[in-house]
């Protein structure tokens, strides 16, 4: 997409599939609602895996709406060390934008709703971490990119996908991406 070559999944097809054989230089990790014991974002399968791509030098962009506040992102602080990224708040904004872009927040026909995504922060320990877009209601960090050396983590609050315009998600999409390559 955009000119970049990538692999993007589900959390379900990344954990059934080998992805660490692929070695794709950017997985675009796709967590929508995922969350809770039933439906963690986190498994162990999924943290070895995650954690060996990264070893790899691989770059990560995961988007979801429990990203960094379901319970498997808090134990071990996971995504604070592997990803870059931590849980400022579970429930980032009261709105339905992610910047100037809205996403699905209340029931429809034609994609699933977001009612409480998360508001990032950067880790302690990522090299640095920058702020991409921000919840316009609560002024919170809604998506950033974090340098962890060998490897980058963008991290989106809200899954693209539930962004109801198509040239939003190029948007928010090329964005990320552009600032991927900044590190």
Excluded at 7 to 30: G, H, V, Y
């Amino acid at each position: 997409a955009l000119g970049y070559s990538f692999s993007s999944c589900s959390r379900k097809a990344f954990c059934e599939e080998n992805m660490t054989e692929r070695k794709p230089d950017l997985l675009d990790l796709i967590c929508g609602k995922q969350q809770g014991e039933k439906y963690p974002v986190y498994d162990a399968q999924m943290k070895r895996a995650l954690r060996e791509l990264c070893n790899q030098g691989t770059d990560l962009l995961i988007s979801g709406s429990a990203i960094a506040s379901d319970e498997s992102a808090l134990q071990d602080e996971f995504t604070s060390r592997a990803l870059g990224f931590s849980l400022i708040r579970a429930y980032g904004t009261p709105g339905d934008k992610i910047g100037p872009y809205k996403y699905s927040h209340n029931l429809n026909p034609d994609i699933y709703c977001i009612e409480h995504p998360d508001a990032l922060k950067g880790s302690k320990y990522a090299k640095s971490s920058k702020v991409i877009l921000k919840y316009p209601d609560s002024r919170l960090c809604a998506a950033l990119v974090s340098d962890m050396g060998s490897y980058r983590c963008a991290a989106i609050g809200v899954p693209l996908e539930a962004l109801l315009n198509d040239n939003d998600r190029l948007s928010v999409l090329s964005m990320i991406l552009e600032n991927l390559q900044l590190y």
